[in-house]
């Protein structure tokens, strides 16, 4: 993948916007897809497609996990992006 790939461009901007935390989740989950919109390309996630459910918490004892769901491809964006920016590269 590029760096100036559209999808790790999305998944950049999720980070910096605070829509998709630059850190691990706490439970992950993968399968078909259930038609959800995908929180990095917004595309459906339909059934012929593997679906990822990312779970987050925050310190917060009284917030809510915040759920995100993404196609494979575009989790290993996020994931790759995460790991520059851990690294400062």
Wanted: with cysteine; proline share 7%.
């Amino acid at each position: 993948m590029e760096h100036d790939d559209p999808l790790r461009q999305r998944a950049r901007h999720a980070i910096e916007t605070g829509r998709l935390p630059a850190r691990r989740p706490v439970r992950s989950w993968a399968g078909k897809g259930s038609g959800a919109s995908c929180l990095l390309c917004a595309r459906e996630i339909t059934p012929d497609d593997v679906e990822l459910e990312l779970e987050f918490v925050d310190a917060s004892p009284n917030s809510a996990p915040l759920i995100c769901r993404v196609h494979s491809r575009c989790f290993a964006a996020w994931e790759l992006e995460c790991r520059l920016l851990a690294t400062g590269t």
